[in-house]
């Protein structure tokens, strides 16, 4: 299972919010995703939104091709007063 938090600026103005964003594996589904980050991050999951990004053909400077692989993203409310912090290594 693939859960790898996403850092930019709109998510660290999320987070703010208490709401993170995730790169999470295509086949999981809401149950799972908040399954996984409850274990992984010991915090309480309110709300689970999921994001499916189509992949794509990219082309290089030497007009190869190359392809993105599609991706899921998760954004994950936590309950009042928790958060996760994103820059700490996990606790497992």
């Known amino acids: 299972?693939?859960?790898e938090?996403?850092?930019?600026?709109?998510?660290?103005r999320l987070a703010k919010e208490g709401k993170y964003t995730f790169r999470?594996?295509?086949?999981?589904n809401k149950f799972q995703i908040r399954k996984l980050i409850e274990e992984v991050f010991d915090v309480h999951v309110t709300g689970v939104w999921t994001i499916r990004v189509p992949g794509?053909?990219?082309r290089t400077?030497?007009?190869?091709?190359?392809?993105?692989q599609?991706?899921?993203k998760a954004i994950v409310t936590l309950a009042e007063k928790e958060k996760i912090d994103l820059f700490e290594e996990s606790k497992k």
Not at 61 to 68: D, H, L, S
């Open 1 to 3: 299972m693939r859960l």
């Open 70 to 72: 599609p991706t899921k």
């Open 56 to 58: 794509e053909i990219k």
């Open 5 to 12: 938090p996403i850092i930019t600026e709109k998510s660290m």
């Open 61 to 68: 400077p030497r007009g190869r091709k190359r392809i993105v």
């Open 24 to 28: 999470v594996g295509r086949r999981l």
